[in-house]
């Protein structure tokens, strides 16, 4: 089963995105380096630790049904949501030289624990206040290109593995009630989780309350196995036990020509 729950999905553009993998990402994203532990996923393990910077190019991945216009420009999306932290450092750099992009407009949106995207609230099977903006907004990154988010552990809904969606503009100018609007749209992708972090926070609450059957990344129609190249996260534990949360990290490149 795909994003679209009946609805036509957005085809893959030609664009790509480049994703720094290994040493590349741990120099790149603020907060990767802490030291691995057993709830860290190294996106590339194997890379020796003085490896030249590697840079690996993947295609751009469908937006899905639920994207709303008009998100809030904030770098604290949870709006009072429940659920684990998770902090993202996002990093971008241009594709054909890896050098930072500053001033890029860094946008995701997610469901909540229950599956339920704020805007589509009832889509899948719960009923709960709705403003349309919970789990949704974005930063311009900073001059080392790097966008910090706070939100929450996405939950999962009925065809779909836990996951993140991302998209990356330039050029925005920022609005008086506090989104954006013009630039150009450079990059539509997702974002991923390890499975054996995700099996540990579904036994959390209110993660534990989804009754939902969960789809595991190994049977989801979006992700292909491919890593960070395909949106696979590193994610580093905040603290000693799942709840208190964790940093996830990935450096996205784009072609902006």
């Known amino acids: 089963m795909t994003d679209t729950h009946g609805a036509t999905p957005t085809p893959v553009g030609r664009r790509t995105v480049l994703i720094a993998t290994g040493t590349t990402a741990a120099v790149l994203a603020v907060g990767a380096a802490a030291p691995p532990s057993p709830t860290t996923t190294e996106a590339a393990a194997s890379t020796p630790a003085a490896a030249a910077a590697v840079c690996t190019l993947t295609e751009e991945m469908t937006e899905g049904p639920y994207y709303l216009d008009g998100a809030l420009v904030r770098a604290d999306v949870t709006e009072g949501k429940a659920g684990i932290p998770l902090k993202l450092a996002l990093t971008v750099v241009d594709d054909s030289t890896c050098a930072a992009i500053s001033g890029a407009l860094v946008e995701i949106w997610h469901c909540d624990a229950l ?11 719960h009923s709960e206040p709705d403003d349309g903006t919970f ?3 974005g930063v311009l990154t900073n001059t ?3 966008a910090a988010i706070t939100t929450v552990y996405p939950g999962w809904y009925r065809g779909r593995c ?7 503009h330039t050029g925005v100018t920022l609005t008086s009630d506090g989104s954006f609007t013009g630039g150009r749209e450079l990059h539509t992708g997702q974002l991923f989780i390890d499975e054996a972090i995700t099996t540990a926070v579904a ?6 309350t989804n009754t939902v059957t969960r789809t595991t990344l190994a049977q989801d129609s979006i992700y292909d196995d491919g890593g960070a190249a395909s949106g696979l996260m590193t994610l580093t534990a905040l603290g000693s036990s799942t709840s208190s949360g964790y940093t996830g990290t990935l450096t996205l490149g784009v072609r902006r020509s």
């Open 115 to 125: 599956g339920e995207y704020s805007g589509y609230v009832g889509n899948n099977g």
């Open 135 to 137: 789990l949704r907004g």
């Open 144 to 146: 080392a290109g790097l």
């Open 162 to 168: 836990v996951h993140l969606h991302v998209k990356v």
């Open 203 to 208: 036994r959390i609450s209110p993660y534990s």
